[in-house]
């Protein structure tokens, strides 16, 4: 259980609420779980709770208190009824699959996480734990196969809970799907844009000249330039990096897949991107596998996970044409 | 992924589509998916094949892979990362080839066993085992002529095959015939849906001194739908399915079980030349002894004759005192079987009715003789009941 804890970050805080007092209440049931008074926590939400008791942020962590307590029916109904409420939302998802786990039922947290990413395909918190879930998974069926008994399989589980619910702030989803389908609207005049953006690389063919060799060079600049504009929330300046042909994580149209990112992208109040130990392995002359450890730090999410990009010499710049995470 | 789980798929040859599919069919169509990378497909046909079949293992092994392969590369089929008995994951490796190369590797229509000769008439059905396959095929006897119907996966000998004494764990080599029925009720679970032991050691095991005895064709355990190739201590083990599918075809005393090293296919027209040539032979015998002239008979038995403790000596002088003081004999030979002996060279069983008379004594029986050639010539090397 200690590494439930493990990517941890600040509750969102709902910025758009109509009640000052609910967010108050849910922002001090939010430091009070920090703190690890569970007790206080949970009384302090249960009072947001009975003022508004659909609000989902409040819902939400409710249900990491309990999740915490050990309550585990509990936090499992809230989680269930919020995926019920708000399918569009991967996080209860993400929380009831850590839950399943820790319960050794990895066929019902896996189905969990496999809906978490077909909410949300870059959702990495999801796809490393599905990792390891399908790890499990193997594992159990290895055991089946080979006559094990893997009764003890529970207990190594190091699922990530999620800690904060990412999706609009709004306290119903009502709310939030206007402002997530008035997105596309703003985007559409903005295709022009990526063109300024691609500015940011030009400074690569500084190298030109050099052999293949520094073709690696350029492209951790690419790397780099892709992790600074989502930093930045350049949400147009990020989408530049993805070649035309990339393939989208969930086979899903490049525009519907553009309009999730940037959703992803602006929600966050500050995001940051660390690049850490990347491996470049060319495939080729303008072909090339980057993996790298993805530090992905907002007020909302906390994500350290192995990231992989498939990228391809377009020009002068290089783009992602796949990318995978875990 | 692919690479791993297409290290057991030996080629490319699409399979027959069958009425009722058997975890074994099911499973090539798990491995056809992934060989056309439709893994989502393949994991999806897996799960279904277990849901059926919760008790085959090897179905568990692929799954196995299939999810793994979603969080990380595979390293090698049965990507199994915990210490386990090299026996048993290998055991599981070996079931899936065996599987899958039975079913790529079919015999053409027109092959036919080189070992079965002749089968007579009330001979509905021949069992032949490949130990190579680690399969056991079934062949019905369509006008004297071995038709393959069916085959299955079997179980050998942990030590394999070419057994000689009591405990090696080997499956024996040879031609032998069902002598039993052993119904589910009279076993343990050990032994499934059944048993039908076969006449191991023969007459020829005997004389070759080979010991151990107990050798049956029997099914598995409920909670297993089949063991590894080569796990039985000397037995043919079948999954339940598949010996009650094989019970159906057996007549006690008659269905012959031919276990060989692999078995040797072989076009129509020289197995007809064989059978013709042992034919003439056992024709020629038959009328040389009508003859009473007993030097002609005697001509027909190997120097290295031996049976019921006499050798070719022994044997001439007891046929001349008989067979002189006859004023006449007939010999009839009906429901006449043939079949080549598997690993010896030149090997014939030869099994029929004798419908013996003579001026002095009438008798009928069945009779076994091993015949072989030597030079150009047919000889009887064993003769005795069978």
Redesign the interface.
């Given at each position: 259980m200690l590494s439930l804890a493990a990517r941890m970050a600040g509750i969102v805080c709902a910025l758009a609420l109509a009640m000052p007092a609910l967010a108050d209440d849910v922002q001090d049931a939010a430091k009070l779980l920090k703190a690890g008074q569970h007790k206080q926590a949970l009384e302090r939400v249960n009072k947001a709770l009975a003022a508004k008791p659909r609000d989902p942020q409040a819902r939400f962590l409710k249900g990491l208190i309990l999740t915490e307590q050990g309550n585990s029916k509990e936090a499992i109904e809230i989680f269930t009824k919020l995926t019920q409420d708000y399918p569009e939302l991967p996080e209860p998802y993400n929380n009831l699959a850590v839950i399943y786990a820790s319960q050794g039922q990895y066929d019902k947290a896996r189905a969990s996480l496999e809906q978490s990413i077909r909410t949300h395909p870059s959702y990495a918190t999801a796809y490393e734990n599905?990792?390891?879930v399908?790890?499990k998974?193997?594992?159990?069926?290895?055991?089946?196969?080979?006559?094990?008994d893997s009764s003890n399989a529970a207990a190594k589980n190091k699922l990530s809970l999620t800690r904060e619910l990412v999706g609009r702030p709004g306290s119903t989803v009502v709310a939030a799907a206007p402002k997530e389908a008035a997105k596309p609207e703003a985007a559409k005049p903005e295709p022009a844009k990526p063109e300024p953006a691609v500015e940011k690389p030009k400074p690569a063919p500084e190298k030109p000249a050099a052999p293949a060799a520094d073709a690696s060079a350029e492209i951790l600049k690419a790397v780099n330039g892709w992790a600074q504009a989502w930093s930045k929330k350049d949400a147009d300046g990020y989408l530049s990096y993805y070649a035309k042909e990339f393939k989208t994580p969930g086979g899903e149209a490049r525009d519907a897949w553009e309009k999730t990112r940037r959703a992803r992208i602006t929600a966050p109040k500050s995001i940051s991107v660390g690049v850490e130990a990347a491996k470049v392995t060319m495939n080729g002359s303008d072909r090339a596998t980057v993996t790298f450890r993805q530090n992905y730090r907002s007020d909302v999410l906390k994500s350290n996970n192995r990231k992989t990009l498939v990228m391809v010499r377009a020009g002068e710049r290089w783009q992602i044409v796949e990318e995978k995470s875990? | 992924m692919r690479a791993a789980l297409l290290a057991v798929v030996l080629g490319l040859a699409s399979l027959a589509a069958f009425a009722a599919p058997t975890p074994e069919d099911r499973l090539s169509r798990v491995f056809e998916s992934i060989e056309a990378n439709r893994l989502d497909e393949a994991m999806t046909r897996v799960d279904a094949l277990i849901r059926e079949y919760p008790n085959f293992?090897?179905?568990?092994?692929v799954?196995?892979?299939?999810?793994?392969a979603?969080?990380?590369p595979l390293q090698t089929f049965?990507?199994?990362?915990?210490t386990?008995p090299f026996e048993?994951?290998e055991g599981?490796r070996d079931e899936a080839h065996a599987r899958l190369r039975a079913l790529r590797e079919r015999p053409a229509e027109d092959r036919l066993p080189r070992s079965v000769l002749q089968l007579h008439g009330e001979q509905k059905h021949v069992l032949m085992v490949d130990s190579r396959r680690s399969r056991l095929y079934v062949f019905a006897n369509a006008n004297g002529r071995p038709k393959l119907i069916a085959d299955y996966y079997v179980t050998l000998g942990k030590n394999g095959i070419d057994k000689a004494r009591q405990g090696d764990q080997k499956t024996p080599v040879g031609v032998y015939h069902v002598t039993a029925n052993l119904p589910r009720k009279k076993l343990t679970d050990f032994y499934g849906s059944g048993a039908f032991p076969i006449n191991y050691p023969n007459e020829w095991d005997r004389q070759q001194g080979r010991g151990g005895h107990g050798i049956w064709l029997h099914g598995v355990p409920r909670e297993v739908y089949n063991r590894a190739p080569r796990a039985s201590d000397g037995c043919i083990v079948l999954s339940n399915p598949d010996l009650e599918a094989v019970g159906q075809h057996v007549q006690v005393g008659l269905t012959p079980v031919i276990i060989a090293d692999e078995i040797e296919w072989s076009d129509a027209a020289d197995v007809e030349k064989e059978r013709a040539a042992l034919a003439a032979a056992l024709e020629q015998w038959r009328t040389d002894w009508q003859s009473r002239d007993t030097e002609r008979y005697l001509a027909h038995y190997s120097s290295r004759f031996a049976a019921s403790g006499q050798n070719l000596a022994a044997w001439s002088a007891h046929k001349r005192k008989v067979n002189g003081a006859k004023q006449w004999i007939k010999v009839g030979l009906s429901r006449v079987a043939m079949f080549r002996y598997p690993r010896e060279r030149d090997f014939v069983v030869v099994t029929f009715d004798q419908d013996y008379k003579s001026s002095g004594l009438s008798n009928v029986m069945r009779k076994r003789q091993y015949w072989v050639k030597e030079g150009a010539a047919w000889k009887i090397i064993y003769e005795g009941s069978g």
């Open positions: 599905l990792g390891d399908y790890a998974l193997a594992s159990q069926a290895y055991d089946k196969a080979l006559q094990i875990g | 293992r090897l179905a568990y092994l799954r196995g892979d299939l999810l793994l979603r969080a990380r049965g990507n199994v990362e915990k386990v048993k994951i599981l």
